[in-house]
């Protein structure tokens, strides 16, 4: 059995500089408690080991219980305005992605009175790039473009870990009825180059693994356009036993961009002790 990991699989820039962010704050401040609003990246693996060393995550809503002058830490999917001001009374530290900041200050100094953003209406960055602006239209699918016409006219934005397919398949949609939009992309690089990976069978496998988050967008994502015929999504080492493999199978394992390498590891020794005669 043939057993690899994708080379481009694993943390990305912005996930990298917000752990490290965290892993300072926590080395410098061993006697305070240490508060982090929501996740700091959507994987349950890493999440846990900061609550085990003490970190306490919590919610919007329980930030009024907290004194003035706590830490409180903000996630890498990045915060409005709106949130940047309440938190304003903590001592905050921001690990909002430097890419997710630079594309929530275009948005903001954008002269269009039309804007559309292109994401997953619930998530953090999406909440992050649209709240402090109740004007901008969010969008996840082609069907939501009905109400466009060759009278609108403004700027198109998108989520960084969006679906680079669909994103496509919208973009050619919304060119057809809105011809003078504006259309950025703002794909993260190094999610486009990962989904990149994905859009042709390596003829060497014949299974993936992509191991995420089920809360992660980048990961579902990278399960919705796999073109495997058997893909199969699991979190973790733990679930290998879950998804049906056989010593004749080549398995491709890839990780999201909140995944880290050594739990890519430990599937990957995972699946060879399910058969280790190959």
Request: some cysteine; aromatic content about 8%; proline content about 2%.
């Amino acid at each position: 059995m043939r057993v690899n990991v994708l080379k481009s699989s694993g943390f990305c820039g912005g996930v990298t500089r917000a752990l490290y962010l965290l892993d300072k704050t926590i080395k410098e401040n061993k006697d305070r408690t240490i508060y982090l609003l929501g996740d700091i990246v959507h994987n349950d693996t890493v999440n846990e080991k900061y609550k085990k060393l003490g970190v306490k995550v919590i919610s919007k809503d329980e930030l009024d219980s907290l004194k003035d002058g706590e830490i409180v830490l903000s996630s890498a999917h990045g915060i409005s305005d709106k949130m940047r001001e309440k938190l304003s009374r903590f001592n905050h530290i921001d690990t909002t992605c430097p890419f997710v900041r630079k594309n929530q200050n275009r948005i903001k100094s954008d002269p269009q009175k039309e804007i559309i953003f292109i994401g997953k209406k619930k998530h953090a960055e999406t909440i992050a790039m649209t709240e402090d602006n109740e004007n901008i239209w969010i969008i996840e699918s082609e069907d939501e473009l009905n109400f466009f016409n060759s009278f609108n006219e403004g700027s198109v934005y998108n989520q960084t870990t969006f679906n680079s397919i669909k994103l496509n398949k919208i973009y050619e949609e919304l060119g057809k009825r809105a011809q003078k939009y504006d259309i950025y992309n703002t794909m993260c690089e190094t999610m486009k180059n990962l989904q990149d990976s994905l859009k042709t069978v390596d003829p060497r496998y014949n299974v993936c693994v992509i191991v995420g988050d089920k809360k992660s967008s980048n990961a579902n994502s990278l399960v919705e356009m796999s073109p495997y015929i058997r893909t199969h999504f699991i979190e973790n080492e733990m679930e290998v036993d879950k998804i049906g493999l056989c010593k004749l199978d080549s398995v491709l394992i890839v990780g999201s961009a909140s995944t880290p390498k050594d739990l890519l590891e430990r599937v990957k020794n995972k699946i060879k002790e399910k058969f280790p005669e190959n």
